[in-house]
C-alpha cells in the first residue's frame, strides 16, 4: 500500500521579541492540523524591520529546527508573516469592459489588475489586492459578480504594501536559515482569519494584533478589509516600565509581568507580596504585587487609549459594530 503524501505547509513569524515557524499538514477533510511549532528568542528586530541579520538568521534556524523536530517532517519553503511600520494600504478603483455580456472568472481578474494598475511607487511591493466590491453596470454592492449579465465590471479594492527594503531583508534572513519564500502574508490578516468569524467582519469589527514591540491594528467593513495601521507600543513596553518602576533586571522583568501582572490594581488583592531580583548581583527583596501593577495600569491604559484614538482618526468608529477584538501575546 503506497503512503499518499498530505501537503505539508509552514508559515513563519519574525517578531519583535520571537522568531515562531509552525507546520501544518492537510488533513483527508482539507482542515489544517498542526503538528510542531518552534520558538526561538530574537533580538534582532524592531518595529518588524531587521536591524541584525545574523541574530535573525540564527533565531530562524533555531525555530526551524525545534517544528521540524516535534512534527517529525523537514521544510524548505515557508509562508513568510509580514507587519511593521513599513505596511501601508489605500483603496483603489478599476474598470473594464464584460467580454461577452456576462462575467467570468477572466473579467476579475482582468478588473482586478486595472485596479492594481494604479501608481505603486518603485520602492514598494504589493502584498494583497484585497476585493472589496463589484459593481455591474453601476449596480454597487455585489460580493462575487461572476455569471452576472451587463457591459461594465467595476471593482473597488484594498491594496497592502510594503517597503521592498524591509521585504527584502526579512528575505535574506530566511535564505541565510536555509529556507525559501512561499509567499508573504500580512500578519494582522492572518490573525485575522484565525480569530474572527463572517459575522464579526460583516457587522464591522477592528482587530488589534498586540504583539512584542508593536499593535498591528485591521479594520473590516462589510466583510472585507477597509484600513491597517500601526502604534508602536507592545509587550517589550510594558516589560521595560517593570524594570525601571521595580529596579530589576530586563529578564526578571518579563517574567514578573507574566506570572503576577495585571492590567488594573482592583485585581490584586491588597497584602499580596512578590519577590523581585536586584540589579547587578545586588540581593532579592520583597515588595507588594500592587506595586508592579501601578506600574502595568497606566501603560495598559495608555496603549489602549492609544487604539481608540486610531480607531477615531481612521473615520471607522461608527462601523465597527462588533467592537474591537484584542488577540497576540501582549494581550
Known amino acids: 500500500m503506497t503512503k499518499i503524501s498530505t501537503p505539508v505547509l509552514a508559515g513563519l513569524d519574525i517578531g519583535s521579541t520571537k522568531v515562531t515557524v509552525i507546520i501544518g499538514t492537510v488533513n483527508p477533510e482539507n482542515m489544517l492540523q498542526i503538528v510542531g511549532v518552534g520558538k526561538a528568542p530574537n533580538p534582532?528586530?524592531?518595529?518588524?524591520?531587521?536591524?541584525?541579520?545574523?541574530?535573525?538568521?540564527?533565531?530562524?534556524?533555531?525555530?526551524?529546527?525545534?517544528?521540524?523536530?516535534?512534527?517529525?517532517?523537514?521544510?524548505?519553503?515557508?509562508?513568510?508573516?509580514?507587519?511593521?511600520?513599513?505596511?501601508?494600504?489605500?483603496?483603489?478603483?478599476g474598470m473594464v469592459a464584460i467580454k461577452n455580456k456576462e462575467v467570468a472568472a477572466s473579467d476579475i481578474e482582468r478588473v482586478i489588475e486595472?485596479?492594481?494598475?494604479?501608481?505603486v511607487p518603485?520602492?514598494?511591493t504589493v502584498l494583497h489586492v484585497i476585493p472589496r466590491e463589484y459593481k455591474v453596470d453601476g449596480?454597487?454592492?455585489?460580493?462575487?459578480?461572476?455569471?452576472?449579465?451587463?457591459?461594465?465590471?467595476?471593482?473597488?479594492?484594498?491594496?497592502v504594501t510594503g517597503s521592498q527594503t524591509a521585504l527584502a531583508n526579512n528575505s535574506k534572513c530566511l535564505e541565510r536559515a536555509g529556507l525559501k519564500c512561499a509567499g508573504l502574508v500580512l500578519e494582522p490578516l492572518a490573525a485575522a482569519m484565525g480569530a474572527l468569524s463572517e459575522d464579526e467582519k460583516a457587522l464591522g469589527v477592528c482587530l488589534v494584533d498586540m504583539g512584542g514591540g508593536?499593535?498591528?491594528?485591521?479594520?473590516?467593513?462589510?466583510?472585507?478589509?477597509?484600513?491597517?495601521?500601526?502604534?508602536?507600543?507592545?509587550?517589550?513596553?510594558?516589560?521595560h516600565d517593570?524594570?525601571?518602576?521595580?529596579?530589576?533586571?530586563?529578564?526578571?522583568?518579563?517574567?514578573?509581568?507574566?506570572?503576577?501582572?495585571?492590567?488594573m490594581i482592583s485585581l490584586v488583592p491588597e497584602d499580596q507580596t512578590i519577590e523581585v531580583e536586584g540589579v547587578g548581583g545586588r540581593k532579592s527583596r520583597s515588595v507588594l504585587r500592587r506595586d508592579l501593577v501601578e506600574v502595568i495600569e497606566p501603560r495598559a491604559e495608555e496603549t489602549l487609549q492609544l487604539i481608540q484614538q486610531d480607531i477615531r482618526l481612521s473615520g471607522l468608529m461608527p462601523l465597527m459594530g462588533s467592537g474591537v477584538v484584542l488577540t497576540g501575546g501582549a494581550s
Open 44 to 93: 534582532g528586530i524592531r518595529q518588524g524591520m531587521v536591524v541584525n541579520i545574523e541574530a535573525t538568521t540564527e533565531a530562524i534556524r533555531r525555530a526551524r529546527e525545534e517544528a521540524e523536530l516535534m512534527s517529525g517532517y523537514k521544510i524548505q519553503e515557508v509562508w513568510l508573516g509580514v507587519a511593521g511600520s513599513h505596511i501601508q494600504s489605500f483603496d483603489s478603483k
Open 114 to 119: 486595472a485596479a492594481k494598475a494604479v501608481a
Open 122 to 124: 518603485n520602492d514598494r
Open 139 to 159: 449596480h454597487d454592492g455585489i460580493l462575487d459578480p461572476k455569471g452576472m449579465a451587463g457591459i461594465r465590471l467595476e471593482a473597488s479594492v484594498h491594496i
Open 214 to 239: 508593536s499593535c498591528n491594528l485591521i479594520y473590516f467593513v462589510n466583510g472585507s478589509v477597509a484600513h491597517t495601521s500601526l502604534i508602536p507600543v507592545g509587550g517589550q513596553h510594558f516589560s
Open 242 to 263: 517593570v524594570a525601571i518602576g521595580l529596579r530589576t533586571p530586563q529578564s526578571s522583568a518579563e517574567e514578573l509581568k507574566k506570572k503576577f501582572g495585571a492590567a
